[in-house]
Protein backbone atom coordinates (compact mmCIF):
# COMPACT_ATOMS: atom_id res chain seq x y z
CA UNK A 1 0.00 0.00 0.00
CA UNK A 2 1.15 3.23 -0.86
CA UNK A 3 2.27 5.98 1.70
CA UNK A 4 -0.50 8.19 0.43
CA UNK A 5 -3.07 5.59 0.37
CA UNK A 6 -1.43 5.01 4.67
CA UNK A 7 -2.28 9.09 4.85
CA UNK A 8 -6.06 8.72 3.87
CA UNK A 9 -6.68 5.76 5.69
CA UNK A 10 -5.22 7.29 8.93
CA UNK A 11 -7.21 10.56 8.08
CA UNK A 12 -10.93 8.38 7.91
CA UNK A 13 -9.99 6.33 10.71
CA UNK A 14 -9.47 9.48 12.67
CA UNK A 15 -12.69 11.62 11.69
CA UNK A 16 -14.37 8.72 12.26
CA UNK A 17 -12.81 7.82 16.18
CA UNK A 18 -13.98 11.92 16.60
CA UNK A 19 -17.47 11.83 15.28
CA UNK A 20 -18.13 8.77 17.63
CA UNK A 21 -16.73 10.11 20.50
CA UNK A 22 -18.77 13.77 20.11
CA UNK A 23 -22.04 11.38 19.44
CA UNK A 24 -21.31 9.33 22.87
CA UNK A 25 -19.99 13.36 24.55
CA UNK A 26 -23.03 14.83 23.67
CA UNK A 27 -25.13 12.08 24.59
CA UNK A 28 -23.84 12.08 28.08
CA UNK A 29 -24.24 15.83 28.04
CA UNK A 30 -28.00 15.96 27.10
CA UNK A 31 -28.75 13.25 30.10
CA UNK A 32 -26.51 14.89 32.41
CA UNK A 33 -28.55 16.63 35.37
CA UNK A 34 -28.17 20.30 36.52
CA UNK A 35 -26.74 20.36 40.24
CA UNK A 36 -26.40 23.71 41.10
CA UNK A 37 -27.88 27.67 40.58
CA UNK A 38 -24.28 29.46 41.06
CA UNK A 39 -25.22 33.53 40.91
CA UNK A 40 -23.07 36.38 40.57
CA UNK A 41 -24.15 39.90 41.12
CA UNK A 42 -21.93 42.77 39.76
CA UNK A 43 -21.63 45.91 42.43
CA UNK A 44 -24.12 43.64 45.14
CA UNK A 45 -22.47 45.22 47.75
CA UNK A 46 -23.02 48.43 46.03
CA UNK A 47 -26.16 49.10 45.27
CA UNK A 48 -28.06 45.47 46.37
CA UNK A 49 -30.94 46.34 44.20
CA UNK A 50 -31.31 42.46 43.83
CA UNK A 51 -30.37 39.34 45.89
CA UNK A 52 -29.37 36.28 44.37
CA UNK A 53 -32.63 34.31 46.81
CA UNK A 54 -34.73 37.21 44.81
CA UNK A 55 -33.41 35.51 41.61
CA UNK A 56 -33.87 32.45 42.20
CA UNK A 57 -37.58 32.50 43.41
CA UNK A 58 -38.12 35.20 40.30
CA UNK A 59 -36.96 31.62 38.28
CA UNK A 60 -39.17 29.41 40.50
CA UNK A 61 -42.21 31.83 39.90
CA UNK A 62 -41.58 31.55 36.11
CA UNK A 63 -42.05 27.92 36.43
CA UNK A 64 -38.65 26.97 34.87
CA UNK A 65 -37.19 24.06 36.40
CA UNK A 66 -33.40 24.62 36.96
CA UNK A 67 -32.03 21.69 39.52
CA UNK A 68 -32.18 18.35 39.00
CA UNK A 69 -33.32 18.71 34.95
CA UNK A 70 -31.66 17.60 32.21
CA UNK A 71 -29.30 20.06 31.10
CA UNK A 72 -30.76 19.89 27.31
CA UNK A 73 -34.28 21.15 28.85
CA UNK A 74 -33.02 24.04 30.43
CA UNK A 75 -34.53 27.36 28.89
CA UNK A 76 -31.45 29.77 29.09
CA UNK A 77 -32.84 32.40 27.09
CA UNK A 78 -36.28 32.17 28.77
CA UNK A 79 -34.32 32.27 32.13
CA UNK A 80 -32.81 35.35 31.08
CA UNK A 81 -35.48 36.80 29.92
CA UNK A 82 -37.27 36.42 33.42
CA UNK A 83 -34.44 37.90 35.40
CA UNK A 84 -33.95 41.10 33.01
CA UNK A 85 -37.46 42.13 33.72
CA UNK A 86 -36.26 43.45 36.78
CA UNK A 87 -36.39 47.44 36.25
CA UNK A 88 -33.03 47.41 38.64
CA UNK A 89 -30.90 44.88 36.30
CA UNK A 90 -29.01 46.05 33.12
CA UNK A 91 -28.01 42.32 31.66
CA UNK A 92 -27.95 38.70 32.53
CA UNK A 93 -26.10 35.76 30.91
CA UNK A 94 -26.41 32.91 31.47
CA UNK A 95 -24.41 29.62 30.82
CA UNK A 96 -24.07 25.76 31.89
CA UNK A 97 -20.19 24.39 33.01
CA UNK A 98 -18.74 21.71 32.56
CA UNK A 99 -19.44 20.45 36.03
CA UNK A 100 -23.52 20.67 35.36
CA UNK A 101 -23.91 23.76 36.74
CA UNK A 102 -25.82 26.62 36.23
CA UNK A 103 -24.15 30.10 36.29
CA UNK A 104 -25.92 33.21 36.08
CA UNK A 105 -23.98 36.46 35.50
CA UNK A 106 -26.14 39.68 36.35
CA UNK A 107 -24.92 43.21 36.04
CA UNK A 108 -27.62 45.48 37.85
CA UNK A 109 -27.97 49.37 37.20
CA UNK A 110 -25.48 51.65 38.16
CA UNK A 111 -27.85 55.11 39.33
CA UNK A 112 -25.90 58.40 38.97
CA UNK A 113 -28.63 60.20 41.26
CA UNK A 114 -31.94 60.75 42.65
CA UNK A 115 -34.94 62.49 41.77
CA UNK A 116 -37.23 63.83 44.49
CA UNK A 117 -40.52 66.02 44.03
CA UNK A 118 -43.42 65.19 42.55
CA UNK A 119 -42.16 62.23 41.48
CA UNK A 120 -38.86 60.11 42.83
CA UNK A 121 -36.68 57.94 40.59
CA UNK A 122 -33.27 57.09 40.32
CA UNK A 123 -31.15 57.94 37.22
CA UNK A 124 -28.70 55.74 36.06
CA UNK A 125 -25.60 55.97 33.80
CA UNK A 126 -27.45 54.88 30.92
CA UNK A 127 -30.00 57.82 31.34
CA UNK A 128 -33.17 55.18 32.63
CA UNK A 129 -35.49 56.50 34.77
CA UNK A 130 -35.68 53.83 37.68
CA UNK A 131 -39.33 54.61 39.26
CA UNK A 132 -40.26 53.53 42.86
CA UNK A 133 -36.28 54.32 44.01
CA UNK A 134 -35.40 51.55 46.64
CA UNK A 135 -33.32 52.40 49.80
CA UNK A 136 -29.33 51.47 48.71
CA UNK A 137 -26.35 51.60 51.14
CA UNK A 138 -24.21 54.03 48.79
CA UNK A 139 -25.04 58.12 48.97
CA UNK A 140 -26.04 59.77 45.38
CA UNK A 141 -26.94 63.16 44.73
CA UNK A 142 -30.47 64.20 45.62
CA UNK A 143 -32.10 66.24 43.11
CA UNK A 144 -35.17 68.70 43.75
CA UNK A 145 -37.17 71.39 42.75
CA UNK A 146 -37.90 71.97 39.20
CA UNK A 147 -37.10 69.18 37.25
CA UNK A 148 -38.45 67.77 34.66
CA UNK A 149 -37.88 64.30 32.97
CA UNK A 150 -36.29 65.61 30.18
CA UNK A 151 -34.32 68.16 31.83
CA UNK A 152 -33.10 65.15 34.10
CA UNK A 153 -32.31 63.05 31.26
CA UNK A 154 -30.42 65.39 29.69
CA UNK A 155 -28.52 68.68 30.81
CA UNK A 156 -29.13 67.91 34.50
CA UNK A 157 -27.33 64.24 33.24
CA UNK A 158 -24.23 65.95 31.71
CA UNK A 159 -24.35 68.21 34.93
CA UNK A 160 -24.42 65.63 37.43
CA UNK A 161 -21.88 63.43 35.43
CA UNK A 162 -19.32 65.96 35.25
CA UNK A 163 -19.30 66.56 39.20
CA UNK A 164 -19.03 62.95 39.82
CA UNK A 165 -15.84 62.42 37.24
CA UNK A 166 -13.94 64.73 39.87
CA UNK A 167 -13.35 62.95 42.87
CA UNK A 168 -13.33 66.55 44.63
CA UNK A 169 -16.53 67.82 43.15
CA UNK A 170 -18.29 64.39 43.94
CA UNK A 171 -17.17 64.56 47.55
CA UNK A 172 -18.28 68.48 48.28
CA UNK A 173 -21.71 68.43 46.61
CA UNK A 174 -24.82 67.04 48.42
CA UNK A 175 -27.52 67.92 47.04
CA UNK A 176 -28.70 70.06 43.80
CA UNK A 177 -31.93 72.28 43.67
CA UNK A 178 -33.16 73.63 40.14
CA UNK A 179 -35.24 76.88 40.37
CA UNK A 180 -38.47 77.31 37.72
CA UNK A 181 -36.09 79.32 35.81
CA UNK A 182 -33.58 76.24 35.54
CA UNK A 183 -31.03 77.65 37.63
CA UNK A 184 -29.10 75.34 39.86
CA UNK A 185 -28.43 76.18 43.68
CA UNK A 186 -25.82 73.43 44.96
CA UNK A 187 -25.56 72.81 48.67
CA UNK A 188 -22.23 71.38 49.75
CA UNK A 189 -21.34 68.66 52.50
CA UNK A 190 -18.61 71.12 54.15
CA UNK A 191 -20.19 74.04 55.03
CA UNK A 192 -23.48 75.49 55.07
CA UNK A 193 -23.24 77.49 52.01
CA UNK A 194 -25.67 77.78 48.82
CA UNK A 195 -23.50 77.82 45.50
CA UNK A 196 -25.26 79.48 42.74
CA UNK A 197 -24.41 78.21 39.63
CA UNK A 198 -27.00 79.80 37.06
CA UNK A 199 -27.93 77.57 34.00
CA UNK A 200 -26.02 74.13 32.82
CA UNK A 201 -27.74 73.92 29.18
CA UNK A 202 -25.18 73.55 26.44
CA UNK A 203 -22.97 75.20 26.14
CA UNK A 204 -23.25 77.31 29.07
CA UNK A 205 -20.20 77.06 30.00
CA UNK A 206 -20.69 75.32 33.68
CA UNK A 207 -17.51 73.12 33.27
CA UNK A 208 -15.55 76.64 33.97
CA UNK A 209 -17.80 77.75 36.95
CA UNK A 210 -17.37 74.34 38.70
CA UNK A 211 -13.83 74.77 37.99
CA UNK A 212 -13.53 77.85 39.56
CA UNK A 213 -15.42 76.47 42.76
CA UNK A 214 -12.87 73.68 42.79
CA UNK A 215 -10.06 76.01 42.53
CA UNK A 216 -11.74 78.53 45.72
CA UNK A 217 -11.94 75.85 47.81
CA UNK A 218 -8.06 74.04 47.09
CA UNK A 219 -7.16 77.46 47.36
CA UNK A 220 -7.83 77.01 51.56
CA UNK A 221 -8.94 80.25 51.74
CA UNK A 222 -12.08 78.99 53.74
CA UNK A 223 -9.35 77.69 56.39
CA UNK A 224 -8.59 81.11 57.22
CA UNK A 225 -11.71 83.02 56.87
CA UNK A 226 -13.63 79.88 58.57
CA UNK A 227 -15.95 77.56 56.50
CA UNK A 228 -18.91 79.36 57.75
CA UNK A 229 -18.24 82.81 56.70
CA UNK A 230 -20.00 82.54 53.78
CA UNK A 231 -23.80 81.60 53.33
CA UNK A 232 -23.84 82.25 49.14
CA UNK A 233 -21.22 81.47 46.86
CA UNK A 234 -22.26 82.69 43.05
CA UNK A 235 -20.60 81.41 40.27
CA UNK A 236 -22.84 83.42 37.87
CA UNK A 237 -20.75 86.41 36.83
CA UNK A 238 -17.86 85.67 34.04
CA UNK A 239 -14.25 84.43 35.76
CA UNK A 240 -15.04 85.96 39.45
CA UNK A 241 -17.34 84.36 42.43
CA UNK A 242 -19.19 86.83 44.50
CA UNK A 243 -19.70 85.42 48.38
CA UNK A 244 -21.42 86.87 50.96
CA UNK A 245 -21.83 86.32 54.54
Not at 41 to 58: C, D, G, L, M
Not at 144 to 170: M, W
Amino acid sequence: MSLRRVVIVVLILSALAILIFSIRFNGKLRDALCSEIVIEIRNEKTYSFVSKRAVKEAIEKAGLQVVGQRIEDIKLDKIRSVIEKNPYILSARCYVSKANKLYIDIEERQPMFRVVNFDNYFVDSRRVMLENPIAIPTYLPIVSGTVTKTFARNELFDFVAYIQADEFLSKLIQQIYVSQNLNIELITALGNQVIKVGRIGKDSGFEARLRRLKSFYLSKTLNHIGWDKYTAIDLRFDKQIVCKR
